[in-house]
């Protein structure tokens, strides 16, 4: 899993009603950010609906809401031993 942010055009995901999601996003942001798969086209919301719904009302006023923390559950690019630094056994 990777930690990164991207633009929110370029995640699929469902609109669901944001409700108080809206202005608590709106005065503090993400605090948790969004699981996304990585596909070819871009990336698919797995858990984080209603804050891309959130996010999607508030960029129409103001565009800091177009960039997205999210968590990349499929992207294992740093996985193994080397994602954790040197490894060897040094006895």
């Avoid at 960029?59 to 294992?76: A, G, H, Q």
Wanted: proline fraction near 3%.
């Amino acid at each position: 899993m990777i930690n990164t942010i991207v633009d929110l055009h370029s995640i699929q995901y469902t609109y669901k009603d944001p409700g108080i999601l809206l202005d608590s996003i709106h005065k503090r942001g993400i605090a948790i950010p969004v699981q996304v798969n990585v596909t070819e086209d871009g990336y698919v919301c797995l858990d984080g609906n209603k804050r891309l719904s959130a996010c999607e009302e508030l960029s129409k006023t103001d565009t800091k809401f177009n960039r997205i923390p999210v968590v990349l559950m499929n992207d294992y690019s740093k996985a193994g031993s080397g994602f954790w630094g040197n490894t060897q056994n040094k006895h």
